[in-house]
Nanobody, 125 residues
Framework: QVQLVESGGGLVQAGGSLRLSCAAS????????MGWFRQAPGKEREFVAA????????YYADSVEGRSTISRDNAKNTLYLQMNSLKPEDTAVYYC??????????????????WGQGTQVTVSS
């Protein structure tokens, strides 16, 4: 059973930075794509970034491209999302997710099999 536990959220001023972490436990993640999604109040969950566990290829939503970096530490089974130049519109609950797939990176939430409980990110103006 895969378990994902996020941490690192909080309150930050616009222009600041945060690093989210997702501790993953379970079977080997060699055939997994790991992703970050977010959901703001009254809005649908949206894709933020994803990375293939093996190989490390990445993909970002246009809204965070150039401001965020997704990475993973294989030895620690931990996924990260470094977010810089944060904007008030980045305020949301951020979720870590895992998709067991051999194919390429997917941005569809329905393709992800496992989800964390979420961590709140609030950016003040």
């Amino acid at each position: 059973q895969v378990q994902l536990v996020e941490s690192g959220g909080g309150l930050v001023q616009a222009g600041g930075s945060l690093r989210l972490s997702c501790a993953a436990s379970g079977p080997t993640f060699s055939n997994y794509v790991m992703g970050w999604f977010r959901q703001a109040p009254g809005k649908e969950r949206e894709f933020v970034a994803a990375i293939r566990w093996i190989g490390g290829s990445t993909y970002y939503a246009d809204s965070v491209e150039g401001r965020s970096t997704i990475s993973r530490d294989n030895a620690k089974n931990t996924l990260y999302l470094q977010m810089n130049s944060l904007k008030p519109e980045d305020t949301a609950v951020y979720y870590c997710a895992a998709a067991r797939r051999i194919g390429g990176i997917t941005t569809k939430a329905s393709d992800y099999n496992y989800w964390g409980q979420g961590t709140q990110v609030t950016v003040s103006s």
